[in-house]
């Protein structure tokens, strides 16, 4: 398929040549318009590629990790990145404060350190979250 693009612009400089109407100075001047646009049009498409299967969904996904670090609050049922599941019980600037197991230890994590708030419904009072 490159290969008919690229003997496209061979052939509309070919044409050019052959036919003898314009100025030698012009017909240099579209032979190396059209060597331009071979040269380019690959790095054109690979980084379009890239753009939509790379770049695009990966702003997406930061952007989700974004908002749901800022809409935590304390009561939050969430995994940290090191597999700790905890309740938050307390939030500052970049800190958040975790109870942790039976014993509800207190543990304190950074707030990037948090993967996923876990939807978790209690159905009665004296079920445990811990």
Do not use: H
Request: aromatic content about 6%; proline content about 2%.
């Amino acid at each position: 398929m490159l290969d008919k693009l690229f003997g496209i612009a061979a052939a509309v400089a070919e044409d050019a040549a052959a036919a003898g109407t314009a100025a030698e100075g012009e017909v240099g001047q579209v032979s190396s318009i059209a060597a331009l646009a071979t040269t380019f049009l690959p790095l054109i498409l690979i980084f379009v590629v890239f753009w939509f299967m790379l770049i695009r969904p990966q702003r997406k996904k930061d952007k989700q990790v974004k908002e749901m670090l800022n809409n935590l609050k304390a009561g939050d049922r969430v995994c940290t990145i090191g597999g700790i599941y905890g309740t938050i019980t307390g939030i500052r600037d970049d800190t958040v404060t975790l109870s942790v197991g039976k014993d509800n230890m207190s543990m304190v994590i950074a707030r990037w350190g948090i993967r996923s708030v876990e939807e978790l419904t209690i159905e009665n009072d004296a079920q445990e979250l811990n």
